[in-house]
């Protein structure tokens, strides 16, 4: 008596199936390590548009003052007193997963100039952003001119 050798159709099914769930793993796995990593890379600059209005302004670059322009879109680094179109230096638009979901700045303004020399702020208080995924981050900013990610 002579058997065929082989896998059975059921067999074939039950393999297929098992690399699907486990391929979906791993496929949402790196989905939200990629959303996280939008969201850090979004608070990175907006740390360093602060960070760069600050040292510009402290170093008298042009003789000006230099800001920046929070909105729920994204932030602008501006030259001048306070926002003008004309004036704008750089431009950041947020990942389209990513958004302001807050901003409370003690003045009533959505931006923050800096006072040459000392690098004093104007404005104080926070941002949060948020993403799809329900992740978070404040940025909090300070009169004295220090950034603080939370």
Not at 14 to 35: K, Y
């Amino acid at each position: 008596m002579s058997y065929i050798k082989g896998f059975t159709l059921m067999e074939l099914i039950v393999v297929i199936a098992m690399m699907a769930v486990i391929a979906s793993m791993v496929f949402l796995s790196f989905f939200r390590f990629g959303e996280g990593q939008v969201l850090k890379s979004d608070v990175s600059t907006v740390a360093s548009f602060f960070e760069e209005a600050k040292i510009s302004t402290q170093a008298s670059k042009d003789a000006s003052r230099y800001g920046v322009l929070f909105s729920e879109e994204g932030v602008i680094l501006f030259k001048g007193e306070s926002y003008n179109t004309s004036l704008e230096i750089k431009n950041h638009t947020f990942h389209r997963s990513v958004r302001m979901s807050d901003i409370n700045l003690t003045e009533g303004r959505n931006e923050i100039v800096f006072k040459r020399l000392s690098g004093e702020a104007d404005n104080e208080g926070e941002i949060i952003l948020s993403d799809d995924g329900g992740n978070s981050i404040t940025i909090k900013f300070h009169y004295t001119g220090i950034v603080e990610v939370i």
